[in-house]
């Protein structure tokens, strides 16, 4: 029977080059970047062995090689993350990624723009 985990790393921070402004990719901005992965932990909860849990070491690894690739929109940006996620982690059921941009270029003041995918 599969017992379900779920791993939370939040507010990871990056200085990162995307926007749709030019300004953004030379300039860049800061961001957080927040992922929620639901998985089969059955296996790593009887054998104590990092080989059978899903690495949330690896996963900010992988997080954070996707936010270096500069993208035009937030929704690309979390989709990449996703698809990585996936592609790396075969028990991962459910993931929800959030990117916020820190105090973005819109003419007003804001603590941030965020944006939510989910799979």
């Known amino acids: ?20 402004f030019d300004k953004e990719k030379v300039v860049g901005t800061p961001f957080a970047v927040s992922v929620r992965m639901e998985y ?8 104590d062995d990092i080989d059978d849990a899903l690495n949330y070491q690896k996963a900010y690894e992988l997080i954070a090689e996707e936010m270096q690739e500069t993208s035009n929109l937030l929704e690309h940006v979390a989709q990449r993350i996703l698809n990585c996620l996936y592609d790396n982690f075969s028990e991962l059921c459910f993931a ?9 270029p819109m003419g007003g003041e804001m603590s941030n723009v965020s944006l939510t995918l989910e799979r």
Request: net charge positive.
């Open 40 to 47: 089969d932990a059955s296996k790593a909860m009887e054998s």
């Open 1 to 20: 029977m599969m017992k379900k985990g779920i791993i939370r790393i939040e507010d990871m921070k990056f200085y990162a080059y995307h926007g749709c």
């Open 96 to 104: 929800r990624v959030q990117v916020k941009k820190i105090a973005p």
